[in-house]
């Protein structure tokens, strides 16, 4: 099966479950919009290694203001754990031949996102307006991390303003990753309450699975983070539509569990001033 710009997003979920050959691969063009460095690894190895042509964009460098909240393997400034984090990042990505050419870095603040959302949006619709991918991967909205719902928000917001300026309008995919539940972090699976809307489940062949295991090792200073985290299965879906002023469930935000600055609240209200923003500017 040819995958080519004018394909569904479901017709590239049917084709990624294939494992189609590496001459059907450089077709399709994917942007995986990650919130920090190692996401796309834990979410999207497969599609990462099936297709050719990848750009991965970090919405944020993955360093946190508050030192508490870095890697106790970084004891310098937030600029150096970036850096720490960005050459990670290299590391895992060179695994499935992606260089530094189809890595950017949005410029975002670990937890702090969501305070930024009109100039990472603009770095967003510039990669784009760039790239031209049909296909925008990313995360959904489930208040396991902040950055990973401001994401969700970006991505929904980038789809929008696409279609406001003229450009190729990519459909939007989401991958798995972590939530609350009953009080519990659960990885690797997408939220019961959307469970309508079909999920495409990937497992690794041996050689995926080797693959992602070394990706995973780049990632030293998150070790004690990702030790946790199952190798498979990898869950891919066309992302649903979202009501940002609701929580994503009932309960306590797996961050709010944390005890994060921020709390779900505060980010919804952010999140709507940002739509309301953007829904007033498309109405001019």
Known sequence: MLISPHSSAQDFLRWLDSQPGTDQASTARVLLLAAHPDDETIGASALLSRVQDVTVAFLTDGAPHDPGLRSTLCNGTRESYAAMRAKEAACALDLVGIGSPRIQFLGGTDQESIFEVPRLLESLIDLVRDFQPPFVVTHPYEGG?????????????????????????????????????????????????????????????????????????????????LSDFPVEPERLRVAPGYDL?????EGTLWYECLNWPITGARWRETAMEALEHYRHLSCH
């Open 145 to 225: 991390h902040p950055d990973h719902d401001t994401a969700a928000l970006i991505a929904q917001l980038c789809v929008h303003l696409a279609e406001q300026r003229g450009l190729q309008i990519p459909a939007l995919l989401e991958m798995t990753s972590y939530h609350a539940r009953q009080g519990k972090r659960v990885i690797g699976e997408f939220l019961p309450n959307t469970g309508t809307i079909p999920e495409l489940i990937l497992g690794l062949s041996p050689k995926e699975r080797a693959t992602k295991a070394q990706m995973l090792r780049c990632y030293i200073s998150q070790q004690a983070v």
């Open 245 to 249: 002023s609701v929580p994503p469930h």
